[in-house]
């Protein structure tokens, strides 16, 4: 990924020098609905890319049943992410698993139970959904503490997740259902932007894995989440734009906060 110019890179002494902002890379799908980035786009004649760091690899059949799991057999099911529902039912139905209706489902977002029901018969004494962490969930969790727990994830695992359920001493499974892997970005070696924006630490591991001698220059790097900032900063870069925080919860608000500084008010 091209830079045009030389800037201090972290670990030496950097100074915020808020150039303007012209072009935004987001490092996830475009949004397919009505969404805050197109109001950013527009409100400040912005051009932003949209662009995956990271893809999905199912897990085969034939490496699945290695774990000699069968699927129907978990009364409960705990989903993080939209890709877990897909590969779930992917799998159940190539291995042929019968999966009850009384199945309840646990899952840690709305978005997230919202796309379950592509997939079922929305019950909602059959669904329970958190606001964003496992805490939300504390209590049905201990209500059916008797019962076997599944958790489909992918080869990164769901550390936060396991550790939770360790806590409340849950008898749950992890199983492995897809793989998360870089995504072959060869085609923007000699694409600029002001902004690169991050949301999970794969997707700065997918960035120099593309790109081993990037160098960030007067390229400004936003994250998301913690551990999204430590990833970069291993990694010798300086995150300009930070979310979320207090007075950005939102990546677009982090963007917006940072585009006045730069490009001066509207």
Not at 157 to 185: F, Q
Not at 197 to 213: K, M, T, V, Y
Request: proline share 6%; charged share 25%.
């Amino acid at each position: 990924m091209a830079n045009k110019s030389t800037a201090t890179q972290a670990g030496t002494q950097y100074t915020e020098k808020y150039n303007p902002v012209k072009s935004l890379l987001i490092s996830q799908p475009k949004p397919e609905d009505k969404s805050p980035y197109y109001d950013l786009e527009l409100k400040w004649g912005l051009k932003i890319d949209w662009r995956p760091f990271i893809q999905v690899e199912p897990v085969s059949e034939k490496e699945f049943r290695k774990n000699r799991i069968n699927l129907g057999e978990f009364p409960c099911v705990i989903f993080a992410s939209k890709g877990a529902i897909d590969n779930f039912f992917r799998l159940a139905e190539e291995t042929r698993s019968r999966i009850s209706q009384e199945t309840r489902y646990f899952c840690l977002t709305e978005a997230i139970a919202n796309y379950l029901q592509k997939f079922i018969l929305y019950r909602k004494r059959k669904v329970f959904v958190g606001k964003r962490i496992p805490d939300d969930l504390a209590h049905y969790f201990t209500k059916y503490k008797a019962e076997k727990f599944l958790l489909p994830c992918s080869n990164l695992g769901s550390t936060e997740i396991v550790s939770y359920l360790d806590k409340l001493s849950i008898n749950h499974t992890e199983v492995i259902m897809y793989n998360t892997v870089s995504a072959d970005l060869s085609d923007l070696s000699d694409v600029y932007y002001d902004v690169l924006a991050f949301f999970s630490p794969q997707g700065i591991e997918s960035l120099f894995e593309n790109f081993p001698d990037f160098q960030q220059n007067n390229t400004r790097i936003a994250v998301f989440g913690n551990a999204t900032c430590r990833a970069a900063e291993e990694k010798g870069l300086y995150v300009n734009i930070k979310a979320p925080t207090p007075e950005a919860p939102s990546m677009t608000k982090a963007l917006e906060n940072y585009i006045v500084k730069s490009n001066g008010p509207k």
